[in-house]
């Protein structure tokens, strides 16, 4: 089994910077492609940004596109998400997502994180 554990969430103001980090345990952690998704109240959950599991290609949505920078840390487990730039809209719970030898463009992963929460105030 993977098991994901997300940090680094918190308040900041628009225009801010956070950054996020997924720590993987369990198996070999540069065998998986991964990825961030996010999901605010009321809404369905969305891609953010996505690695590949040779770290050789990454995907953003085109919300993230130019303000967020997904890598990864294979000697670490470690994922991270650089956000700067930060709107009112990024304010979500972001999940950290793991798929075996999968790639940037993630639309099913095998294993989530319990997420963290990212609010972005005005």
């Known amino acids: 089994q993977v098991q994901l554990v997300e940090s680094g969430g918190g308040l900041v103001q628009a225009g801010g910077s956070l950054r996020l980090s997924c720590a993987a345990s369990?198996?070999?952690?540069?065998?998986?492609?991964m990825a961030w998704f996010r999901q605010a109240p009321g809404k369905e959950r969305e891609f953010v940004a996505g690695i590949s599991w040779s770290g050789g290609s990454t995907y953003y949505a085109d919300s993230a596109k130019g303000r967020f920078d997904i890598s990864r840390d294979n000697a670490k487990n470690t994922l991270y998400l650089q956000m700067n730039s930060l709107k009112p809209e990024d304010t979500a719970v972001y999940y950290c997502a793991a798929r075996y030898l999968g790639a940037a463009r993630m639309d099913s992963p095998d294993y989530w994180g319990q997420g963290t929460q990212v609010t972005v105030s005005s």
């Open positions: 369990g198996r070999i952690f540069s065998t998986y492609a």
